[in-house]
């Protein structure tokens, strides 16, 4: 039989002990800053996707959307008259120190369902059966 505190054991549950606490204080105290350090590296590329909704209770970097590439920043001021744009480049030029400028803005892109999946889906499917056997195959 093994002893249950032998000098193995006890390396192994030290090691996993600190493993997990540094886990934890990396989530929790050290991730607002990587994810700080990460926008200022790439902001070094010169242009970069944001994601900004306004309204908010106060200016922040909230996260970084691998799907859309894109930073996801709240912005305490309204959508009127440009106010948005000016707070998000007030906080921006704060957080990096550099001055920016807004190369395009767009608004969400209208939602296609309803009617309009249905009949592209006709049309798709009719294209596919009537217009592109001809191109492929020569009927006598």
């Keep these: 039989m093994q002893p249950l505190l032998n000098k193995k054991n006890f390396f192994s549950s030290n090691i996993t002990h600190n493993f997990q606490f540094a886990h934890t204080l990396l989530v929790l105290v050290c991730f607002p800053f990587l994810l700080l350090f990460i926008f200022y590296m790439q902001i070094k590329q010169k242009t970069f996707k944001a994601i900004i909704k ?3 209770s106060r ?3 909230i ?3 691998e799907n859309k590439k894109a ?3 709240n912005i305490k001021a309204k ?3 440009n106010k948005a744009n000016v707070e998000l480049m007030k906080f921006l030029s704060k957080v990096l120190g550099k001055k920016l400028k807004i190369k395009s803005g767009c608004q969400k892109p209208p939602i296609r369902d309803g009617w309009h999946v249905f009949i ?3 049309l798709f499917r009719w294209f ?3 217009r592109i056997p001809p191109l492929f195959f020569h009927q006598p």
């Design 120 to 122: 592209m889906a006709i």
């Design 63 to 65: 996260d970084y959307d």
């Design 54 to 56: 306004p309204n908010s």
């Design 71 to 73: 930073y996801k920043i």
């Design 59 to 61: 200016n922040r970097i």
């Design 128 to 130: 596919l059966t009537k």
């Design 79 to 81: 959508p009127e008259d």
